[in-house]
């Protein structure tokens, strides 16, 4: 059976996170991250035919060999000298220091605690599930995306010490994209370099672009992260990348001869101010020439990765560099430094981040692109103001799909889009009122217009027209409307109210012009889905998520990019998130075993359950205390496409016995009170109530007492209306019991081309299809709003406030009066 990703990374993370007990993140990390690269490895090249395998595992270096070691005493021992020192003497590009000692008590205690949790580890992985062998598409790195999403999780839990070895993957995509390598433009012998390359998510980025095998070559500090590095580039199939540990500023170890060697494309994360760059390194006299434009502070060490990576370019090369902003604007030697950057022509562009993204601080940063290539015809710099894109992720910000997109279109095509990006000319940045100074919010006004009070409206009343300008788009579109809504006033500027504000929302939905839109960008909509459904029906077993999601995604954006009033991007969002919410597993199954497994599509798992039976969940549903479950088609999908009648029935019993209940509640009301008729038959203290069982000894107590005959219909009623309920919940038990059966019969009989119906129009689209009805709602709810806001705000002026106000003091001072008070 093939893997979800979303099962596999949120089980692997629970799973591990569980076991972590009291280690520190940072620490336990290594240990997962190794256990998943060994498994990964031992599926995928333990039985390779290969000639030359990316991998060699020696006999007994398996996963499988680490599992025979259970219940040994000695499995920490032997598992570093029984199966990580063979794979290292067996694999040149392997290190040992890109392995956790599996035999540290300081780590993972002593004795018994140790043995089992280093069992608990290996157990978390002999899931049959976790099958690598067979379950990687080519171009669809689950593997390597499930490494990123654990780092990710370790980068979380680590703390802002810790987390310098991960670049969230949205930023390094955004790098990627930026410094402008594709498939057009790379071949085999395309180099990239990062000279502060952590886990190496990054040049991994770099590569996914190229869309090809090109050289990869990263340096980095801190040896177990190199490690880390050297497994995730394996995991992501690039065996030959070359990665090294070392201090990349005194002890670069990327030479041609005795000078750096140079890059076609070199990107880099470097740690932000490192206040230890020049230990060991003195700037004036460096080997390297990087420091010609001078020494960057001995504190402050951000320029100089900078002139690293210059140095590092070749003649034509590309780059891209994520910095704390003040490498912007701060002074002294990092200005003059800055000055000689802007006149080299080198700088390409600047984009600013919004703030806490990054795990290491929470500090907002800015990508400084770098571009060798016709940097003497350079008239300027394209700066982006991107820091108010992004969506809460917990305690860290994170840049959605729709923000990464925006940023890369107004980039590569440079788009000037008012308070977020523009074309910066060197004179501009030259000017003696700016000297330099690259600080975005000079050049770049990103704040919300203010919603300015307008005196004389208040005073003498109206709308002003410059308020009622501000929604021009909305005019552009429906200029009718305008007029529908609003009339000319006493005097100039000023305008007044056609319509009372519980008017004003019909009046825009049933507007011609505003039906005439709707029906546009729908029709926007159906034309992309006519275009895309012919693609998801091509998908099938072998085929590659990530392709079909980028084209179709693009597809939709370019779409709805000439749709009036409605932000693409935010279309384009919808999407991307409905992906990763559903569409994405579906398509992993489909591409793994096609729309149909055997006789049934996917498969229908009987699975025992304690507690009662429930309506479907989307995946599930039940049939007495069984429970069933497709992956990939609900079955409150088969219901609405097949069993409507029988799910009508269904919803009239509930309305009905939802009726039963209010009926008895309110007359429990009524009557329940300690003079009520039916005080005598309240059970509880709490939570009172009244069972049929009570009435009926009640009724048989008073028998014919004339004196009871209230106490008796009120009874009898209240029996009937117990009575009636308990009838209503048997049939409705029933009906659903016989819903179920029908929806578990039909399953196995859905063709190929009915599963394909289901998923495809009945799933994926009428989803999308909502969310676009969705924001077509919102336009006119914001539309509505700002008009309603505007007529309150304006309704009453000054003289007619006044006025009640005098009406109201003299009502006072008359009940004053009255009283015998006197009003001064």
Same mark, same amino acid.
């Given at each position: 059976?093939?893997?979800?990703?979303?099962?596999?990374?949120?089980?692997?993370?629970?799973?591990?996170?569980?076991?972590?007990?009291?280690?520190?993140?940072?620490?336990?990390?290594?240990?997962?991250?190794?256990?998943?690269?060994?498994?990964?490895?031992?599926?995928?090249?333990?039985?390779?035919?290969?000639?030359?395998?990316?991998? %060699?595992?020696?006999?007994?270096?398996?996963?499988?060999?680490?599992?025979? !070691? +259970?219940?040994? #005493? &000695?499995? /920490?021992?032997? =598992?570093?000298?029984?199966?990580?020192?063979?794979?290292?003497?067996?694999?040149?590009?392997?290190?040992?220091?890109?392995?956790?000692?599996?035999?540290?008590?300081?780590?993972?205690?002593?004795?018994?605690?140790?043995?089992?949790?280093?069992?608990?580890?290996?157990?978390?992985?002999?899931?049959?599930?976790?099958?690598?062998?067979?379950?990687?598409?080519?171009?669809?790195?689950?593997?390597?995306?499930?490494?990123?999403?654990?780092?990710?999780?370790?980068?979380?839990?680590?703390?802002?010490?810790?987390?310098?070895?991960?670049?969230?993957?949205?930023?390094?995509?955004?790098?990627?994209?930026?410094?402008?390598?594709?498939?057009?433009?790379?071949?085999?012998?395309? %180099?990239?370099?990062?000279?502060?390359?952590?886990?190496?998510?990054?040049? !991994? +980025?770099?590569? #996914? &672009?190229? /869309?090809?095998? =090109?050289?990869?070559?990263?340096?980095?500090?801190?040896?177990?992260?190199?490690?880390?590095?050297?497994?995730?580039?394996?995991?992501?199939?690039?065996?030959?990348?070359?990665?090294?540990?070392?201090?990349?500023?005194?002890?670069?170890?990327?030479?041609?001869?005795?000078?750096?060697?140079?890059?076609?494309?070199?990107?880099?994360?470097?740690?932000?101010?490192?206040?230890?760059?020049?230990?060991?390194?003195?700037?004036?006299?460096?080997?390297?020439?990087?420091?010609?434009?001078?020494?960057?502070?001995?504190?402050?060490?951000?320029?100089?990765?900078?002139?690293?990576?210059?140095?590092?370019?070749?003649?034509?090369?590309?780059?891209?560099?994520?910095?704390?902003?003040?490498?912007?604007?701060?002074?002294?030697?990092?200005?003059?430094?800055?000055?000689?950057?802007?006149?080299?022509?080198?700088?390409?562009?600047?984009?600013?981040?919004?703030?806490?993204?990054?795990?290491?601080?929470?500090?907002?940063?800015?990508?400084?692109?770098?571009?060798?290539?016709?940097?003497?015809?350079?008239?300027?710099?394209?700066?982006?103001?991107?820091?108010?894109?992004?969506?809460?992720?917990?305690?860290?910000?994170?840049?959605?799909?729709?923000?990464?997109?925006?940023?890369?279109?107004?980039?590569?095509?440079?788009?000037?889009?008012?308070?977020?990006?523009?074309?910066?000319?060197?004179?501009?940045?030259?000017?003696?009122?700016?000297?330099?100074?690259?600080?975005?919010?000079?050049?770049?006004?990103?704040?919300?217009?203010?919603?300015?009070?307008?005196?004389?409206?208040?005073?003498?009343?109206?709308?002003?027209?410059?308020?009622?300008?501000?929604?021009?788009?909305?005019?552009?579109?429906?200029?009718?409307?305008?007029?529908?809504?609003?009339?000319?006033?006493?005097?100039?500027?000023?305008?007044?109210?056609?319509?009372?504000?519980?008017?004003?929302?019909?009046?825009?939905?049933?507007?011609?012009?505003?039906?005439?839109?709707?029906?546009?960008?729908?029709?926007?909509?159906?034309?992309?889905?006519?275009?895309?459904?012919?693609?998801?029906?091509?998908?099938?077993?072998?085929?590659?998520?990530?392709?079909?999601?980028?084209?179709?995604?693009?597809?939709?954006?370019?779409?709805?990019?000439?749709?009036?009033?409605?932000?693409?991007?935010?279309?384009?969002?919808?999407?991307?998130?409905?992906?990763?919410?559903?569409?994405?597993?579906?398509?992993?199954?489909?591409?793994?075993?096609?729309?149909?497994?055997?006789?049934?599509?996917?498969?229908?798992?009987?699975?025992?359950?304690?507690?009662?039976?429930?309506?479907?969940?989307?995946?599930?549903?039940?049939?007495?205390?069984?429970?069933?479950?497709?992956?990939?088609?609900?079955?409150?999908?088969?219901?609405?496409?097949?069993?409507?009648?029988?799910?009508?029935?269904?919803?009239?019993?509930?309305?009905?016995?939802?009726?039963?209940?209010?009926?008895?509640?309110?007359?429990?009301?009524?009557?329940?009170?300690?003079?009520?008729?039916?005080?005598?038959?309240?059970?509880?203290?709490?939570?009172?109530?009244?069972?049929?069982?009570?009435?009926?000894?009640?009724?048989?107590?008073?028998?014919?007492?004339?004196?009871?005959?209230?106490?008796?219909?009120?009874?009898?009623?209240?029996?009937?209306?117990?009575?009636?309920?308990?009838?209503?919940?048997?049939?409705?038990?029933?009906?659903?019991?016989?819903?179920?059966?029908?929806?578990?019969?039909?399953?196995?009989?859905?063709?190929?081309?009915?599963?394909?119906?289901?998923?495809?129009?009945?799933?994926?689209?009428?989803?999308?299809?909502?969310?676009?009805?969705?924001?077509?709602?919102?336009?006119?709810?914001?539309?509505?709003?700002?008009?309603?806001?505007?007529?309150?705000?304006?309704?009453?002026?000054?003289?007619?406030?006044?006025?009640?106000?005098?009406?109201?003091?003299?009502?006072?001072?008359?009940?004053?009066?009255?009283?015998?008070?006197?009003?001064?």
């Amino acid at each position: 059976m093939a893997v979800k990703k979303s099962d596999l990374y949120s089980s692997l993370w629970a799973s591990c996170d569980e076991l972590r007990g009291g280690m520190d993140a940072s620490t336990y990390k290594d240990y997962v991250l190794f256990m998943l690269f060994i498994k990964y490895v031992s599926d995928k090249y333990g039985h390779s035919d290969d000639f030359e395998p990316p991998i %060699t595992i020696p006999k007994g270096a398996s996963f499988q060999d680490m599992v025979a !070691l +259970k219940g040994n #005493s &000695e499995i /920490g021992d032997k =598992i570093n000298t029984q199966v990580i020192q063979p794979l290292v003497d067996a694999n040149p590009s392997l290190a040992r220091t890109d392995f956790p000692d599996f035999n540290d008590p300081n780590k993972l205690g002593d004795g018994d605690e140790k043995v089992k949790r280093l069992e608990n580890l290996i157990a978390i992985f002999q899931n049959p599930n976790l099958d690598f062998s067979g379950n990687r598409a080519e171009n669809d790195d689950i593997l390597g995306d499930a490494y990123e999403y654990l780092m990710r999780h370790f980068a979380t839990e680590s703390g802002k010490s810790k987390g310098q070895f991960y670049t969230p993957s949205e930023v390094s995509r955004v790098i990627a994209k930026v410094i402008g390598i594709s498939p057009k433009n790379s071949v085999s012998s395309t %180099t990239a370099y990062d000279p502060t390359c952590g886990s190496g998510s990054l040049l !991994l +980025k770099v590569a #996914s &672009e190229a /869309g090809k095998r =090109i050289t990869l070559e990263g340096q980095e500090k801190d040896v177990t992260t190199a490690g880390l590095a050297r497994m995730n580039m394996i995991l992501h199939d690039f065996p030959t990348a070359k990665i090294v540990a070392g201090n990349t500023l005194t002890q670069p170890k990327f030479l041609e001869k005795k000078n750096l060697r140079t890059y076609d494309y070199v990107v880099a994360n470097p740690p932000f101010s490192d206040k230890a760059w020049s230990t060991g390194l003195t700037p004036e006299s460096d080997h390297y020439s990087r420091f010609g434009w001078g020494a960057p502070p001995a504190k402050q060490g951000d320029y100089a990765y900078l002139l690293h990576i210059i140095r590092s370019m070749k003649g034509t090369g590309k780059a891209a560099c994520i910095l704390p902003h003040g490498v912007l604007f701060r002074g002294n030697a990092e200005a003059v430094i800055r000055e000689q950057l802007v006149r080299s022509g080198y700088l390409k562009g600047i984009i600013g981040l919004p703030a806490n993204l990054f795990f290491g601080t929470g500090i907002p940063a800015c990508i400084l692109v770098l571009d060798k290539e016709n940097a003497a015809s350079r008239r300027g710099i394209f700066m982006i103001d991107a820091s108010k894109g992004f969506i809460k992720d917990g305690a860290k910000n994170r840049l959605r799909e729709q923000d990464v997109h925006k940023i890369v279109d107004a980039f590569t095509r440079a788009l000037e889009i008012s308070r977020y990006s523009r074309m910066v000319s060197f004179r501009e940045i030259m000017d003696p009122k700016n000297a330099f100074n690259l600080n975005l919010p000079r050049y770049i006004d990103s704040t919300e217009p203010e919603d300015l009070q307008d005196i004389d409206g208040h005073l003498r009343g109206g709308l002003p027209e410059r308020d009622i300008d501000a929604l021009a788009p909305y005019w552009k579109v429906m200029p009718r409307v305008r007029e529908t809504l609003f009339k000319p006033g006493d005097r100039p500027r000023y305008h007044q109210m056609r319509l009372t504000q519980a008017e004003v929302k019909p009046a825009i939905l049933n507007h011609p012009e505003f039906r005439a839109f709707t029906a546009t960008a729908t029709q926007v909509f159906e034309d992309w889905r006519g275009r895309t459904e012919p693609k998801l029906e091509a998908f099938t077993a072998g085929s590659h998520p990530k392709e079909l999601i980028e084209d179709i995604a693009e597809e939709l954006l370019n779409s709805f990019r000439t749709a009036p009033l409605l932000n693409p991007y935010d279309i384009y969002q919808h999407l991307m998130d409905y992906w990763d919410e559903a569409m994405q597993d579906d398509c992993y199954l489909i591409a793994n075993d096609g729309w149909v497994k055997g006789a049934q599509p996917r498969e229908i798992k009987q699975v025992k359950v304690k507690d009662k039976m429930a309506w479907p969940e989307v995946h599930d549903y039940s049939v007495g205390r069984r429970r069933f479950k497709s992956d990939l088609i609900p079955a409150s999908i088969v219901i609405g496409r097949y069993f409507k009648k029988e799910k009508a029935l269904i919803d009239a019993l509930d309305f009905r016995i939802a009726e039963l209940e209010q009926e008895l509640q309110q007359k429990m009301e009524e009557d329940g009170g300690e003079d009520g008729l039916m005080a005598e038959v309240i059970e509880g203290d709490g939570d009172k109530k009244i069972t049929a069982r009570g009435i009926k000894a009640r009724l048989k107590d008073i028998g014919r007492d004339k004196d009871c005959a209230e106490e008796r219909t009120a009874l009898t009623a209240y029996l009937d209306l117990i009575d009636q309920l308990a009838t209503a919940k048997t049939k409705r038990k029933a009906a659903e019991i016989k819903l179920y059966q029908l929806v578990d019969d039909k399953y196995p009989t859905l063709t190929e081309a009915e599963v394909k119906c289901l998923t495809i129009d009945y799933k994926w689209m009428d989803q999308l299809a909502r969310d676009v009805q969705g924001e077509l709602d919102r336009v006119s709810q914001t539309l509505t709003g700002r008009v309603r806001q505007l007529a309150e705000r304006y309704a009453k002026p000054l003289h007619n406030l006044e006025a009640e106000a005098a009406i109201l003091s003299a009502k006072v001072a008359a009940h004053l009066k009255v009283m015998g008070a006197s009003w001064n």
